[in-house]
């Protein structure tokens, strides 16, 4: 081991023209440490950055491996790196006459911001501050300022943090430090830090260095040597201080990897009226317009910059706005240097293929980069980069899609709260982000209450304790739903994000009082009318109406997106939608189908009201007489419905869900309700009652339902089947291209299907005689949604023509879990870390993927090209779509506003697939070897 | 094919002291075929068995293989076969003078009793009539009316069924034959068939012979030949008959296996005065004593000793009865016949080392042997028997738990109602046959009548529209219950099985009104106090109050037959039990510890008053303080409870289980238990209704219950593990020997364990301190009964130190069925034959059993010594334990009742997996070859 660890290169110089490394060696030198070995080194760049050199990340490795010793030879590399840079700036690391500075910052893999330390300034002692002072020409006050801020960071993050010092709360050096410098502005009557005379400052430094004594036990070390090697021991320590650990634990960054340490000469933005700093990017990162975009202060530091004490001015007319329009950009300030950043900055991003976030410094009218990275960005601008760099040519399509978060693309999707409104807003309580975006409105608390005031215009939002299917009338007509009980698949949030609607359940702090007409909430009463705004990404109620800032579903630039995104998945997108609006919405967003249609859904809209009268006069009837001429009655509205909706998705196919919940979910609860339908049905309300009682369960999500249905009521089944059949044969006769897929659910059992299979043959049978036809195209499938269907498939597949998932319910029975009833634990589990998160949002790929995969696998064994697809709610989310190409399904399933979510997610599942494979071949070569 | 097929050996003659095939034979000669060769063939028998030949079920199977044609040489097998018997007997087939006469019958592998066809007398002609009058010594009456059951037997089967006409409803020829009889005795004044005189009945056979013409079209053969070929031809006929075919569905019997045809010389019981016919059984069927048993006739054939006619005479003093007592027995009649037959019987037993059902004919004083075979028994014979012929030495233990079967155990558990009361008895109506056993008494409509009803002594019965928790204490003191609604896994039908009790659940068509005092069935009501009886094994309901017959638990034999059934097996067999009485009960039954101690059910029971409500403040608490307040006055509740049981178990495990069911299931529903309980805490009945409406869940099966309680309310587990805990170490103390297995119910995650794992441990440490010891004996495990739970059993394994599989809750989980509601489907699922049976009562061991699999194989691949029980139902259910056995479980647990039926699958299995062993050696050494 030492034989061979004495040859190890541990530091890599970069500077004057040359690097040891790279941009490639992230994993060596950190990304900070690998883009100044690129910006410095590559041949198309050479940029002028600040020569320096990087402790490797195996230094970090090494120290922590071995009880905080260094590699032996270390020290001899580091004097070399030093001497290196020494050479290249005519100046030397302790020199009286003409010294050195250094920087010494962290730099890990990933970027961990704010967790680990800096030490600026290094090399400043007694003996060298002269030399500075001269270097500056004669600037005295400068040179002390550095002093005092050198002093500050070192005993604060060196001696303190690093030596392990704890104190009190509020007695930290760096704490009774700056109340040393506040005492000496009040002394001397000084506003800012910058009004300080070089006597002041000197006096201070002074001030400074006995209190570090007195309080740490040691003095400020005034040998440059001590220093740079104390800040380079302070920076690898801190890889393990509680800020780094807790942020490594919470983004799942390895310990092992380790952090690099960037040692890089000091340049001055600060050193008078001929110096500035500034940051730029190379597109607007707000809205990804192809612009130089950027700030920057005079006579500053880069800290002061982001700060914020000082506004800064902008770097060109296209980063002026109102708030800076009276200021000198640096384009006029000093053409040159603009000239030569704006190249800079062209050139980096072409040479990175993407946007980049730059950080310069200007010592003497001289330009110098001290960072470049790629840039953050919000959704909007993620979408038009993208588009744009492909346009370009910049980047690939397998690129550009990477390049763009599903969050980012949700962003576009939904209006959103003003967030510069929302920071200003009195927040009145949290609950559960179930549908994104933002809403204002009135205050409502029935569904009545909704429907009357948006047809009167006005905006509402309902509130309730929690939703049942008779307030959707109510939902629909509000801006928003918010609920004090449910969790993120309850009935209001399933049919919010159904609908794309803002949507806030369980903020359990809301005590709703329906009768009285009221809510409270953290001490405060508010009556109906009273206008409250939320913010459904984040699960956030203000009171008052905010402003909005509205979606942009129709933006060109999403449309482009997206079909790059097309042009690259394999998996096709279809859409949950039972309603044409639903078909036509999904189609904008770019449905290839429909994959779960729900025939019930009828009896819970709008123009619900007949259809569900006639429904509740099937379920109640007392015998099989009265239900067949009951079922006739219902069978126009069928019809009517899986017509509109096949006509409206034309082209695709369309997957009809048979009758899935239990019947008594229809009963109505209200007395005026069952009174009607008594009367309707000719029996009494005692008997109405009674045969509503017995129709009652106690685990409903577990009861009659869904194929069991069909089973015991054979003629439910043959009425669906046939209004599908029928529509089909009278739209294909006007030469739509419709494709009906019937699905049966629930099905835990070949036996089931089997049964079902000879109604819905029959059925076929006999409209094609009717209709004179053949055939009338369709096929016949089922859900798997029942662990034991997923376990079975080998044996179902023997009669399915599809394969539909649905994951909402095997979630449900594979953890055991009543998505209507988690909201007593599921808060608590989710704190405990006892679950990663809510597998309703994100599919267990453990468990309830094993048998989705298992189910995959067995059907086809049976049948090699089994159609397969998912139409849960977790279809539209980004991980488990990803999760559904990998297992190799056909199609994905989601509410028509996770659709465009969907097709990005797909189109990364193939890249992110793609990336693999390479590793995969590199990996099994290794092994032969 | 052909040139090999054309030496094969297809018929098998037997008698004279010879035999082609023996007993081994069956699946070649079927069960009849194979027992006639070996009585008349095997070296120690060579019994006095009428000559015949078998035609092998090979003959079947080419028959149906080769369009209805038969092998090319078995025409001239059958005429050597022929030759053989008239060669024994002297006489000749179709011979005028010295007629030979043959039965045709059916035999298949395994008894199908009446599905196939027999045809006797075949022989017979015009020509050969005379022959028979002179061979019985000139009885014309005997030799017509052997013909006219020709004619009739003939017409019917081989014409009639097996030439496929299919007359309607009562028009069929053996119907229309019987018709021309009755009106032949009614002309002539004759009142039974015996009383027609010769002439009557051959005038009767030419009416016979006219009428099959005229209906069949065609004439009755009159050439032995062509009667006997169609005799054979129907036999195979019949084997794919819709009757058989049906039989074999059920039986699961494949339909490769065929029929044999077994033609044999006929032989006359009714010849005359000194010609006889009996049955006989060569121990007492009817309670296993060894006395030789039977019964005969004198001048009859054998199916009027079947038919009950006439009365039959005992065969000896040990079978002589009431009804027979003034009737001369066969010992008597002729002692030189009975000590042949008893010689005989003796041989038989020995020979096939079991008990034997014979049928033997005496024509003029000579012996015949028709058949022998394995006796039929009731559950106590079956007994008796295993446990006599052990100690005979007849057969070995192994043998022995093999002539039991699990149906006939549980004939000696419970009471039930005297079956000859019952078959005169009026039904009802039907149920589910919930527990078994009988039961009667007088009806009550409530617990608080049943608890009154019962401290007055009387005996009665609980009938109820459903049982919930609050009814346990009337459950208790009825005799049965009885329920219009529930399946077999409903609350009635588990806490009755629990107990032992007779119970019919599901009886939907009983109308209760509970109100009225009174119900409604079928037409009648009956009142309360009315009394019915139940017979639970079978789900009948009845009128009045039947005699009953004893149960036979303190049986010596039935403890002698568990002994030799625990020496063999190797699974553990533990009970579910929550009381020390159950315990007690469950020792007696020969369980080996508790594998379910379910902590709620001290807040059901009989004293459950105090408990309950103290749970009832825990519950409705308002926040951590009071819940610990109401905790502490709870915890000595369940330390008491928790000890008393552990020590009445002392020397063996018990498994507790941790609180379960939600917690809103506690909560009293009526108004006065409410207003008690806001007393007592001192808040509003509105309040505390408010508290318990947020404790409602939609689907309660799969809401906040088991573990989710002891995550949400850490105190609650704490307080259980804490009395557990405390309640051992003070049975320590007194030298009891304890084991109590912590048990954490509903787990989905290891992390939930590992949760409530802290909280054990804790307690556990405190306990040690506060008794000064170093360790409390104990094991945490959990349930698995999640289907994820089975899915990442590898990862539960790093924690739970056992496993116990709930499989009531697997179920219902992987099938989504909440057994409180399958009876809205599972009626019609098992009659159109969906399922094959219900998985709550026999385990599913496709899905289910995967998942059991699945969980044992992975539980172990982490700790391969994990301790692993089942504590469902199924546990005592007979191919559920066998497959517990076959998978490596180490103990199933079941209720008390169950315990000796678990003992015995468990020793069966071991049996049949030694008997499965070597036929896979030899299919792995036949592979080899």
């Not at 040891?20 to 910006?39: C, F, I, S, V, Y």
């Not at 740079?228 to 310990?255: C, H, L, M, Q, T």
């Not at 739903?481 to 806030?504: E, N, P, Q, Y």
């Not at 006509?647 to 309700?673: C, N, W």
Request: hydrophobic share 35%.
């Amino acid at each position: 081991m030492a034989s061979k660890a004495k040859s190890r290169k541990y530091v890599y110089s970069f500077g004057g023209g040359k690097a040891d490394g790279d941009g490639t060696d992230r994993n060596l030198l950190g990304g900070k440490g690998a883009n100044l070995a690129e910006m410095a080194g590559h041949p198309k760049l050479k940029l002028p950055v600040p020569p320096g050199f990087t402790l490797s990340t195996e230094v970090c490795t090494h120290y922590y491996a071995n009880k905080r010793k260094y590699p032996q030879e270390l020290k001899k590399q580091v004097d070399g790196a030093i001497r290196k840079v020494e050479k290249i700036l005519g100046r030397k690391f302790g020199d009286p006459k003409n010294p050195l500075l250094f920087s010494v910052r962290s730099g890990a893999r990933t970027s961990m911001p704010g967790m680990m330390e800096t030490v600026l300034n290094i090399g400043l002692t007694s003996e060298t501050i002269p030399g500075l002072i001269e270097q500056s020409g004669g600037n005295e006050a400068f040179a002390y300022d550095a002093y005092r801020r050198l002093i500050t960071m070192y005993s604060d993050v060196v001696m303190e943090k690093a030596g392990g010092i704890e104190p009190k709360e509020g007695q930290g050096i760096r704490h009774q430090l700056e109340h040393l410098l506040e005492k000496k502005k009040a002394k001397v009557g000084a506003k800012s830090d910058t009004d300080l005379s070089a006597e002041d400052l000197k006096d201070l430094c002074e001030q400074y260095k006995k209190k570090v004594k007195q309080v740490l036990k040691k003095p400020f070390p005034d040998n440059a040597e001590e220093q740079i090697w104390g800040g380079i021991s302070a920076v690898f320590i801190s890889w393990n201080g509680k800020r780094a650990i807790a942020y490594r634990d919470i983004e799942g960054i390895p310990e092992e990897w380790g952090t690099a340490v960037n040692v890089q000469a000091m340049v001055f933005g600060n050193m008078g009226q001929d110096s500035a700093t500034g940051v730029a990017f190379s597109r607007d990162p707000g809205n990804g317009a192809k612009i130089f975009y950027g700030e920057f202060l005079v006579n500053a530091q880069g800290e002061d910059v982001v700060a914020g004490i000082r506004t800064p001015a902008p770097i060109n007319k296209e980063s002026t706005g109102e708030q800076n329009k009276h200021m000198e950009s640096l384009e006029k300030w000093d053409p040159k240097v603009y000239k030569e950043l704006d190249a800079i900055q062209k050139r980096l991003e072409k040479h990175f293929r993407d946007m980049q976030d730059i950080e310069f410094t200007i010592e003497n009218r001289r330009l110098f980069m001290l960072q470049c990275r790629n840039g953050k960005r919000n959704g909007p601008a993620a979408v038009k980069m993208a588009v744009d760099m492909v346009k370009e040519r910049l980047i690939k399509g397998d690129e550009a899609v990477m390049r763009v978060t599903a969050d980012q693309l949700d962003e576009l999707l939904h209006p959103i709260l003003d967030p510069v409104a929302e920071k200003k807003a009195s927040m009145l309580t949290k609950g559960l982000p179930a549908g994104p975006g933002g809403a204002a409105g009135k205050i409502v608390f029935t569904s009545e209450q909704a429907i009357a005031a948006h047809e009167k215009g006005e905006k509402v939002i309902l509130v309730r304790e929690e939703t049942n299917p008779e307030d959707v009338e109510g939902m629909r007509a509000a801006e928003a739903i918010l609920t004090a009980r449910g969790g993120m698949t309850s009935h209001a949030a399933l049919v919010a994000r159904g609908w794309g609607k803002c949507c806030i359940v369980g903020a359990g702090e809301i005590d709703v009082d329906v009768a009285g007409g009221k809510l409270k909430v953290g001490g405060k009463t508010l009556k109906k009318g009273a206008e409250i705004s939320l913010n459904g990404t984040k699960g956030y109620v203000y009171e008052g109406s905010l402003d909005m800032i509205s979606a942009s579903e129709d933006n060109p630039t999403l449309v482009e997106f997206l079909k790059i995104c097309d042009k690259i998945k394999r998996l096709k997108v279809r859409t949950n939608g039972d309603t044409p609006e639903d078909a036509k919405k999904a189609r904008g967003f770019g449905a290839e189908g429909i994959g779960l249609f729900r025939t019930e859904h009828m009896f819970y809209g709008e123009h619900s009201a007949e259809p569900l009268f006639k429904l509740r006069k099937v379920i109640v009837a007392k015998d099989d007489k009265e239900r067949a001429k009951a079922l006739k009655e219902l069978y126009p509205h069928i019809k009517k419905d899986v017509k509109a909706t096949m006509q409206a998705m034309e082209g695709y196919p369309v997957t009809i869900r048979l009758l899935d919940p239990p019947l008594h979910e229809f009963i109505p609860t209200s007395t005026k309700g069952k009174k009607e339908l008594a009367k309707a049905t000719g029996v009494s309300l005692a008997e109405l009652e009674k045969r509503s009682e017995l129709l009652h369960e106690v685990n409903p999500m577990m009861g009659h339902r869904g194929v069991r249905l069909g089973v015991t009521f054979r003629d439910i089944t043959e009425t669906q089947v046939r209004a599908i059949l029928e529509a089909t044969a009278e739209l294909l006769k006007k030469n739509k291209k419709v494709f009906p897929e019937i699905m049966i659910p629930v099905v835990c059992h070949p036996n089931e299907l089997k049964d079902q299979y000879e109604v819905v043959k029959e059925v076929h049978k006999a409209v094609c005689k009717k209709h004179k036809v053949k055939k009338i195209p369709h096929l016949t499938g089922t859900m798997i949604e029942i662990p034991r269907a997923a376990l079975q498939a080998a044996e179902i597949a023997e009669v399915a023509e599809f394969f539909s998932f649905g994951t909402n319910d095997l979630t449900q029975m594979t953890y055991g879990f009543s998505r209507d009833d988690i909201g007593g634990f599921m808060g608590d589990y989710l704190e405990k870390g006892i679950l990663p998160n809510d597998p309703f949002q994100i599919l267990d790929q453990d468990a309830v993927g094993e048998l989705v995969k298992a189910g995959i696998e067995r059907g086809r064994s049976t049948k090699p090209k089994l159609k397969i697809g998912i139409c849960g709610e977790h279809g539209g989310e980004p991980s488990s779509v990803k999760f559904c190409h990998a297992i190799g399904m056909d199609y994905v399933s989601c509410s028509p506003y996770r659709v465009p979510i969907a097709r990005l997610a797909a189109a990364q599942a193939v890249v992110e697939e793609k990336a693999a494979q390479p590793k995969k071949k590199a990996k099994k070569k290794a092994k032969k070897k």
